[in-house]
């Protein structure tokens, strides 16, 4: 079998214009590197090294895009092909700046800020303290219902809270933080910012951010922010300027209509989309000292730019790579070994392959088709007959596609603030869930715990009505009575296992053959392997001897379950 991952190229993490060696594992005697430099086809021999060939090359350019000559055909990102690949299948290389390390597969926690935890009940706002789109908001009591308006809702949770459950998420296994806005906003989701340089006085101020982010840092942990950098809050002063004086400086920043209305984030009026080709828009968000891109790196190890594939210019997302690119840039500048992934709600592929960020949210590539082979139905709720192996396809069509470096960067999940919880699709099958989570730790990037989901938080509302905001941001029931220890439990091994074996760290990717009805594939890493299998409706399957990592025992021959991590012996 031929392979070739980042375990395979030397150093892993370039820099531009470096020379790397690239290894093939194959039993070939002999092949060509083939790159693609000025246009042109490049060639180079490869020598013979133990268990495959290898080559050395300078990364020119990045992405730096090569495939293999072989005897029996051309090797690229997806496989072996009888005629040169179109170059969307060669691999593809990055030449920094890349991920940091310490982002390769690391466990990550998000947190919704109002509905996680209390730490300072004087902080929360008071019911109808102001008034939000024209309407009072509410202060509503921890464990009362969620409503259908949940930007007027507020319970409360702040900081502060944050920092007292730290024992929580440090027992947990988590390494890195990822926060939901905290900068001032008049609704509880705090995606429509009036202040950049203000971490929102209901969450406790620079104050609590400053205390979270040390106590953080003294346990070896890691704090990410949302970067809402495509959009302002209509209350933010650049826009109320920009409303009120067709002739003021920050009009600019804004795409207005002639007949005076403005683009915006999906149409929603109280987010103002910001146009990139203003001069101004690059100061106060890229370039500027004061760019809260930069400003706040002296408080958090890096970012997660919400809606990232919607920010450009002139109102599009023109120009797009461009800017993203610069405003990851601009945050590692201010702190090298800052991480800048992006929400990507779609194909993730070709923003990343034009060396923007460090990663993005894996739902074309992992989180949609998980949850649509498991529960029958896609996000929208609609029907999705994926069968185990039209599900795997999908995410080694994706994995392949994804740039070397990012493919253990990126942010996977199963359940997040926008779309419904996993439990709550699953119809509450805990076996299912169990899968779905030993699936997600399993496989390649950086596993993300959606705050509640490790003790079983679902969501109120009936399946008649699918729907994940505002239903999937229910404050955490704080009360332990309510949780369920034996999903607890199994996150924590998930985790344990993630963060000691290699393989599942680091490893690469590859194909396991299994019955039918069971997705299955590798993890491979410097001779450790692991197998995960998976099978919804369950599966009896045959295996040489080995040990059984969730159940920590020795297994050998036939087995019967759901979901399996299997380590082979010898």
């Known amino acids: 079998m031929n392979r070739h991952d980042l375990e395979h190229v030397d150093p892993p993490f370039p820099g531009l214009g470096e020379e790397v060696v690239l290894f093939l594992e194959t039993e070939a005697r002999e092949g060509l590197l083939l790159y693609e430099k000025d246009g042109e086809i490049h060639q180079k021999p490869m020598e013979r090294a133990e268990g495959g060939l290898r080559v050395r090359v300078f990364a020119h350019t990045s992405p730096f895009r090569y495939a293999f000559r072989l005897p029996e055909g051309f090797l690229g990102s997806h496989g072996l092909e009888k005629t040169l690949p179109r170059y969307d299948r060669f691999f593809h290389l990055l ?32 019911d109808g303290e102001w008034r939000y789109g024209g309407r009072p908001i509410r202060k509503k009591a921890w464990h ?62 620079e104050e609590a951010l400053e205390a979270l982010y040390q106590a953080l840092v003294a346990r070896g942990m890691r704090l990410v922010l949302d970067g809402v950098f495509n959009h302002v809050g209509a209350t933010h002063s650049w826009f109320q300027r920009a409303l ?14 002639p007949d005076g209305s403005y683009e ?55 120009k797009n790579a461009r800017w993203l690119r610069a405003l990851a840039r601009a945050a590692k500048e201010a702190r090298p070994d800052a991480l800048v992934i992006g929400e990507l709600s779609y194909d993730a592929t070709p923003t990343l392959r034009a060396h923007t960020l460090d990663g993005a949210m894996h739902y074309a590539g992992f989180a949609h088709p998980v949850m649509a082979w498991l529960s029958g139905r896609d996000v929208h709720g609609r029907e999705a007959a994926l069968s ?35 439990l709550w699709r699953l119809r509450g099958d805990l076996e299912l869930y169990k899968l779905a989570y030993a699936l997600l730790f399993a496989f390649p990037g950086s596993p993300a715990l959606y705050y509640g989901d490790e003790v079983g938080l679902s969501q109120p509302n009936p399946y008649t009505l699918w729907q994940g905001d505002p239903y999937c941001r229910a404050p955490f029931p704080w009360d332990e009575a309510l949780w369920n220890r034996e999903v607890l439990g199994f996150v924590k091994r998930l985790a344990r296992l993630k963060k000691t074996h290699p393989a599942l760290r680091r490893g690469s990717l590859l194909p396991l053959k299994a019955p039918e009805g069971v997705l299955a594939f590798r993890r491979r890493y410097r001779g450790e392997e692991v197998w995960a299998l998976f099978a919804k409706e369950g599966a009896r399957l045959r295996l040489p001897r080995g040990v059984d990592l969730l159940r920590e025992e020795e297994v050998a021959g036939e087995v019967e379950g759901q979901y399996l991590l299997f380590r082979p012996a010898g």
């Open 388 to 422: 185990a192996g039209e599900a795997w396809e999908v995410l080694w069509d994706h994995y392949r596609a994804l740039p070397l470096q990012v493919r253990h960067a990126m942010y996977t999940f199963v359940s997040s603030h926008d779309i419904p919880r996993a």
């Open 244 to 257: 009120r004086d067709p002739k003021s400086p920050e009009r600019g920043m804004f795409t207005f209509r």
């Open 95 to 126: 030449a920094g700046p890349n991920p940091p390390e310490w982002a390769l597969g690391a466990v990550y926690y998000q947190i919704f800020p109002d509905r996680f935890r209390m730490g300072r009940p004087e902080l929360a706002p008071k």
């Open 144 to 205: 009362e219902p969620l409503g259908l308006e949940g930007a007027f809702e507020f319970y409360g949770g702040d900081l502060f809270g944050v920092l007292e459950a730290l024992p929580h998420l440090e027992a947990l296994g988590v390494e890195v933080l990822y926060l939901t806005p905290i900068f001032q906003s008049p609704s509880s989701h705090r995606y429509d910012t009036e202040d950049y340089l203000r971490v929102d006085p209901h969450l406790g101020g």
């Open 264 to 318: 915006s984030f999906w149409g929603v009026r109280s987010m103002p989309k910001l146009d990139y080709a203003s001069p101004l828009t690059q100061e106060r968000f890229v370039f500027g000292k004061d760019a809260p891109i930069r400003y706040w790196m002296r408080l958090a190890h890096g970012w997660r730019l919400d809606v990232a594939h919607s920010l450009g210019e002139g109102g599009t997302n023109r």
